[in-house]
């Protein structure tokens, strides 16, 4: 499932101009004269030209007011940086109601943009939503992580088939002889360890020098351990090695997978996509002055 989000503007090459510069979106293509596909966040946005009093819908009389209104749906922006985020759409038309907000799981800011639509600023701290969550598991037993070696590559692509299935039987792409050979492309045992708890594998990573900074090829925790805190403990290591070393690190993931919403939640933004896959990057920390 994939959710379009619609927005009626009354000028649309106004609103394109508009999200473009509050917001980094890119126009995707024209879809007629009057409405236009709007890129680079993780649902597509269409903007529609649809003129001030004109009937919202046909089954009710309520006009189109682009004066500020409100309405049970809106846009939740989420950035690394609320404050220049919100600085940037406001240079941009957008109308700041109330200033960013600091709260258990990160800071907000309310908006509206120039037709009167509510939009929310939204900069993740810490576990973010996590923190809100009700039931949440026990945190993960203690870990550990033995290094790989050649004669593992079949175990550790047993682990890699069944971490990602689901995700691939969902997108039509499950193929274990696809799955065999990206595995056998990337693979340096040297850089890739397993997950063990409680002596049992669950899962295993595979961290290796890139440029000048370090790729995540693989980070995989199978189904039944999944949801226990495992994945993000394993990753919580890897970002604090890198943080000691002042290094950058890459990942990709499959598009339409909850790895993305996984990787974003710990610092990742994205830096490019392809048909199947979705670059990010953890930017280095900043030097201590």
């Known amino acids: 499932m ?40 993780d649902a597509p946005i269409y903007l529609l030209e649809k003129a001030a009093g004109t009937p919202a819908a046909g089954a009710t009389r309520q006009p189109r007011d682009y004066a500020r209104h409100w309405t049970p749906v809106h846009l939740d922006v989420v ?6 985020a919100v600085a940037q759409a406001v240079a941009a038309g957008a109308h700041l109601e109330d200033p ?3 709260h258990a799981w990160g800071r907000i800011a309310h908006l509206s943009d120039p037709y009167g639509h509510g939009i929310c600023i939204v900069q993740f701290l810490g576990q973010g939503y ?11 037993r203690a870990l550990r992580f033995p290094s790989a070696a050649d004669a593992d590559f079949e175990a550790l692509l047993a682990l890699r088939i069944d971490a990602m299935r689901e995700s691939l039987e969902r997108l039509g792409r499950f193929d274990p002889a696809r799955a065999r050979s990206r595995l056998r492309d990337t693979f340096r045992p040297e850089c890739t360890w397993f997950i063990e708890q409680d002596g049992h594998r669950v899962g295993f990573y595979a961290v290796r020098p890139d440029g000048d900074g370090l790729r ?9 351990s999944q949801g226990q805190g495992v994945g993000g403990q394993v990753m919580r ?20 997978s909850d790895s993305n919403r996984f990787y974003r939640r710990h610092g990742f933004v994205q830096t490019g996509a392809s048909e199947w896959d979705i670059d990010y990057l953890r930017p280095a920390p900043a030097p201590r002055r």
């Open 216 to 224: 995540l090829d693989h980070l995989y925790v199978q189904p039944a």
């Open 100 to 102: 960013a907000a600091t």
């Open 2 to 41: 994939k959710f379009l989000i619609n927005i009626d503007v009354p000028d649309l090459e106004h609103a394109i101009g508009f999200y473009q510069r509050a917001f980094g979106l890119t126009l995707g293509r024209r879809l007629g004269p009057a409405a236009a596909e709007m890129l680079g966040a």
């Open 79 to 84: 950035v690394d940086d609320v404050d220049r």
């Open 130 to 140: 996590d923190a809100l969550a009700l039931n949440e598991p026990a945190a993960p």
């Open 237 to 256: 290591m890897i970002l604090e090695d890198a943080d000691s070393r002042g290094l950058p690190v890459a990942v990709g993931a499959l598009r339409d």
